[in-house]
């Protein structure tokens, strides 16, 4: 799935997560987080649905959208009123 690579990257850096570390505790690579969050690589359903818990955001706060506008990154403090 698509992931809006800038808010995927927003919503890290301000939860404290360092690449690696997020990628580590969602069970993917370094490198390809960084190529989701830059745009070159697609996220699976499965890999997605992990960034989001581990994030603790809704998974739509991490999809582009489908008009190719950036999506608005959402606080993880938000996403647990959803």
């Known amino acids: 799935m698509k992931v809006n690579g800038h808010a995927l990257r927003a919503i890290r850096e301000r939860s404290g997560m ?5 990628a580590r505790q969602a069970g993917t ?3 390809h987080l960084s190529n989701i969050e830059g745009g070159r690589r697609s996220a699976s359903p499965a890999l997605l649905r992990q960034l989001a818990d581990v994030l603790k955001v809704p998974i739509p706060a991490l999809l582009a959208d489908p008009d190719g506008a950036d999506c608005a990154a959402v606080e993880p403090a938000e996403a647990e009123r959803t």
């Open 29 to 31: 690579s370094q490198p």
């Open 18 to 22: 360092s690449v690696s570390e997020l």
